[in-house]
């Protein structure tokens, strides 16, 4: 491989990871996700959502109903009544209906728990992960996904965004290799068009804000569960600093007596 390769080669990767770090995810989409945990109407959707649309395959097995209850200010009654559908009491853990032997059985693996994908992966990874399923003829169940290529599970939302298929820009480089040139296109994806519309809104355009926002709101829950303390901290946090101001405070009145004679 000759220097100019090199540097072309190096160039890209430096590219890609520029877009990864500014996102915390490599591909497209790569927008950026910051969680809101003191949005709790953005977590009671995003568990509203989970349950309804990810919970029949995915566990959240280190969290338990009433503790989500409590946090996120959901009546224990309506969460009982609305959130709750494997028959397990609101103190139990968030078990999937569906046994291992039967998701290995109809996606050749067992879905696996998200209790602790956002600390796993960061919030950005599954924000842009549920934007990125597309069509793929080529894939069992007719779905691939831009972030996690090979992905064994269809789109779970699709008929909330839509289906989609991907855009894809062509690019070429060339170099010279032994006195010849030699080039080589790329294909990179670059975008989605909407092959049949989500329900959301008529309008696509708002269509896509409007999942966007769902989207948002599941990776805000997610990260919420992976973490539930730290809305405990959250809470803790000026209490603490109050009380270190406090006990500053008294450290240096004391110190003021103590040194009074001294001086």
């Not at 934007?131 to 069992?140: E, K, N, V």
Request: proline share 5%.
């Amino acid at each position: 491989m000759n220097t100019k390769k090199i540097l072309l080669l190096l160039t890209a990767t430096l590219t890609l990871a520029q877009a990864a770090f500014a996102s915390g995810v490599a591909g497209y989409p790569n927008d950026t996700f910051q969680a809101d945990l003191t949005n709790k109407v953005s977590l009671q959707n995003g568990a509203k959502y989970f349950i309804n649309y990810c919970a029949g395959c995915h566990s959240l097995q280190y969290q338990r109903y009433n503790h989500m209850f409590k946090d996120l200010e959901i009546d224990p009654e309506i969460g009982a009544k609305n959130l709750i559908f494997t028959g397990a009491k609101a103190v139990e853990q968030m078990h999937t209906g569906m046994s291992a032997a039967e998701g290995l059985k109809w996606f050749g693996q067992t879905p696996p728990d998200l209790s602790l994908t956002a600390r796993a992966k960061s919030g950005a990874y599954i924000y842009n992960y549920l934007r990125g399923f597309y069509l793929d003829d080529t894939r069992p169940l007719g779905f691939n996904n831009s972030i996690f290529a090979g992905a064994s599970m269809p789109n779970p939302l699709w008929e909330l965004q839509g289906i989609q298929k991907p855009v894809y820009s062509e690019e070429k480089t060339c170099a010279t290799v032994d006195g010849k040139e030699a080039c080589e296109t790329h294909s990179t994806l670059t975008g989605f068009d909407i092959v049949t519309p989500g329900i959301l809104d008529k309008d696509p355009a708002k269509n896509k804000e409007a999942y966007d926002q769902v989207v948002y709101d599941i990776s805000n829950f997610l990260s919420y569960v992976s973490d539930p303390s730290a809305l405990d901290r959250m809470r803790m946090g000026p209490w603490v600093l109050a009380f270190l101001a406090f006990l500053t405070m008294i450290f240096y009145l004391l110190k003021r007596e103590y040194w009074r004679d001294i001086h």
